[in-house]
C-alpha cells in the first residue's frame, strides 16, 4: 500500500520540511534523514543562495516538491510561466511527486497568498480536477492533492469535505496529501467527527501523510505549525496509518521554530506508529 503509482512507487519514511534556520546546521553536520520537503516556490528562481543550498541538499539527500500557489481551485487558467518553472525544478529536484492544496486563493491574476477553503460543489471539482490534470501533464510526475484547514463554510456546498476531496481525486485520478492536523482542525471548527473523515478516504491514494501542531483558542482551533503534535492528532495519524500502511509522512514546523535536533525528534516519533503496522503487515504475510 504506501509504495503506490501516486508517490512514484516509493517508500520515503519521515520527514522533515527545509527550513532556512535549519540550512548551515544540516550542510555542516549532515544529520541522517530520510527525506526533505521543500516549498516549491522558495526555489523557482534563475540562480542565488536559494539554488546553491537546494543543491548541496540534493547532494546528500531525497527531496520532495510541495507547492502554495497552483490554487487548482481558483477559475483562472494555469499560469504558463509558472509551469515552466516548476517543471524545471522537478527537473533538478527529481521529486517522485509533486503537491498542492485543494483551495483557490487568485482571482484574475491577484494572488491571494492565502489557502482558502473551496465551495463543495460538483461543478467546483470538475473545474478542480481538470487543472489537476492539466499540471500534471506538464510537469510529468504525479501529482497529489492536500486538504487543508479551514474556519469558514459556503452555503451552496453539496457535499461534506471529505466528499469532495473524493470527488476531485477521482475525476482527476490522482494521489491524496493527507493532512491529518488539518482534518482536526476544520473538525473542531465546523463540529464534525476527524475519525469519519479519515475513514471515508480512499487509502490506495494516500501518498503522502501531513501532521503538524495548531493552536488552541476560545472559539476555534488554528493550523499554526508552531507546535509539537498533539494527541488528537496523533491518535488521527495512528487510525490514518492503519488504513494506508506506512506511508510517506512529513512533519511541518513553521513558526517559532526550534533546533533542527528538536524538530527532526518531533518527526521521528512518527516511526513508532510506523513500526507497529509494518510489523502488522509482516506477520499477516507470514500468516498467508
Known amino acids: 500500500m504506501p509504495a503506490n503509482r501516486f508517490n512514484g512507487f516509493t517508500n520515503y519514511g519521515v520527514g522533515i520540511g527545509l527550513r532556512v534556520p535549519h540550512y548551515s546546521h544540516i550542510l555542516e553536520k549532515k544529520p541522517v534523514v530520510d527525506w526533505f520537503e521543500i516549498i516549491s516556490e522558495?526555489?523557482?528562481v534563475d540562480?542565488?543562495?536559494?539554488?546553491?543550498?537546494?543543491?548541496?541538499?540534493?547532494d546528500q539527500y531525497k527531496v520532495v516538491q510541495h507547492g502554495v500557489s497552483m490554487y487548482f481551485g481558483s477559475a483562472d487558467k494555469l499560469s504558463r510561466d509558472h509551469l515552466k518553472r516548476l517543471k524545471a525544478l522537478v527537473r533538478r529536484t527529481k521529486t517522485?511527486?509533486?503537491?498542492d492544496h485543494l483551495c483557490w486563493g487568485s482571482v484574475d491574476g491577484r494572488y491571494t497568498h492565502d489557502l482558502l477553503p473551496m465551495p463543495y460543489t460538483f461543478e467546483a471539482a470538475k473545474i478542480t480536477a481538470e487543472k489537476i490534470r492539466q499540471v500534471r501533464d506538464f510537469v510529468e510526475v504525479p501529482v497529489?492533492?492536500?486538504?487543508?484547514s479551514s474556519y469558514a463554510e459556503f452555503h451552496v456546498s453539496e457535499m461534506?469535505?471529505?466528499e469532495f476531496l473524493n470527488e476531485v481525486v477521482e475525476r482527476a485520478d490522482c494521489g491524496i496529501l493527507l493532512d491529518v492536523n488539518n482534518i482536526?482542525?476544520?473538525s473542531q471548527n465546523h463540529n464534525f467527527d476527524p475519525k469519519v473523515y479519515v475513514e471515508s478516504v480512499p487509502a490506495d491514494r494516500v501518498a503522502q501523510i501531513h501532521i503538524a501542531g495548531h493552536s488552541k483558542?476560545?472559539?476555534?482551533i488554528l493550523d499554526t505549525h508552531d507546535h509539537p503534535v498533539l494527541d488528537p492528532v496523533w491518535k488521527l495519524y495512528a487510525r490514518a496509518i492503519e488504513r494506508c500502511g506506512p506511508t510517506a509522512t512529513l512533519l511541518e514546523w513553521d513558526d517559532n521554530i526550534?533546533?533542527?535536533?528538536?524538530?527532526?525528534a518531533e518527526a521521528l516519533k512518527a516511526n513508532r506508529y510506523l513500526q507497529a503496522v509494518a510489523a502488522k503487515e509482516k506477520e499477516a504475510e507470514c500468516v498467508r
Open 184 to 186: 482536526y482542525v476544520s
Open 217 to 220: 483558542f476560545e472559539k476555534y
Open 144 to 148: 497529489v492533492v492536500e486538504n487543508v
Open 47 to 58: 540562480g542565488g543562495r536559494p539554488l546553491a543550498v537546494l543543491d548541496s541538499i540534493l
Open 42 to 44: 522558495n526555489y523557482m
Open 96 to 99: 517522485p511527486w509533486l503537491s
Open 258 to 264: 526550534p533546533s533542527f535536533d528538536e524538530v527532526h
Open 160 to 162: 461534506t469535505e471529505w
